[in-house]
């Protein structure tokens, strides 16, 4: 049986939200339509928070009145609370991506209120998400560590999987928020979740802050989850989260994946040709490899 994992692009959000300029509205449609061109299927395409604490996802409406609706693309708008789900649901996001920190502190500063507020907020949403026909799913962040707690406990981790769980979410996803988690710590935190939560689809998001970004996400693999967030040309951070710099680069994981024999159902050259756009968008290099070394080099044509 042929492999596959689902890649789910977070560029447009996770990577956009922590530059330091804001990107045009019709550039930030451009980058999404040429992910979706490539082959990308589940795009975070922008988030409905307050535009105050986040300028850059201040366009979130024009964002997705911008984009063509296809039937086979899902457009995840990430939420906080409810009011940002309803702001997501009339602007036409056909999933939502709501996130849980597991670290109270971290909750607080990133969302203004405790896990457990976050968690509640979390059930009301998945509720009125079924009713509405709108793909609910949940990340447990910070659930490699927190700059503010340090070390979380993967008790404290399962527990909080476990609450949301109860929302009956499409997916549940684990987010190393600040890029400090390792191979070990991933193979036992999805190991753990898929023994506590049988059946449910489970997703990993990693930063590549401290370079381990792509074995952390060969481990998931391993551990056995069915999606993996990626950003093109390896942009991101968090803007609440000291020093937190990009996720893995799309290309870098589609790359690996591919070359082991994994299916992701993305065109490799048109995605680099992506983040070589992108970097022209942003006005500097991204982290990406490939984009430096291009895939699996091409034999050069004989001479005659
Ligand atoms: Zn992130």
Known sequence: MTRQVEIVEVGPRDGLQSEPGVMPTATKVEFIERLVAAGLRRLEVTSFVNPKKVPQMADAEQVLAGLKKRSDVWYVGLVLNLKGFERAVAAGCNEIGMAVV???????????VGTLESIDAWLEIA?????AGVRPQVTVSAAFGCPFEGE???DRVIEVAKRVAEGNPSEIAFADT???GVPSQVTEIIGRARAALPGMKIRAHFHNTRNTGLANAYAAVEAG???L???AGGIGGCPFAPAATGNIPTEDLVFMLERMGIRTGIDLDALIATSEWLQGALGRPVPSMLVKAGGFPKPAPRAA
């Open 229 to 231: 967030d990626a950003s």
């Open 152 to 154: 979380i406990p993967v």
């Open 178 to 180: 600040i890029g400090v």
């Open 127 to 131: 509720k009125q998400a079924h009713a």
């Open 225 to 227: 989850v069915s999606a």
């Open 102 to 112: 597991a670290s109270d502190t971290f909750n607080r500063r990133n969302q203004g």
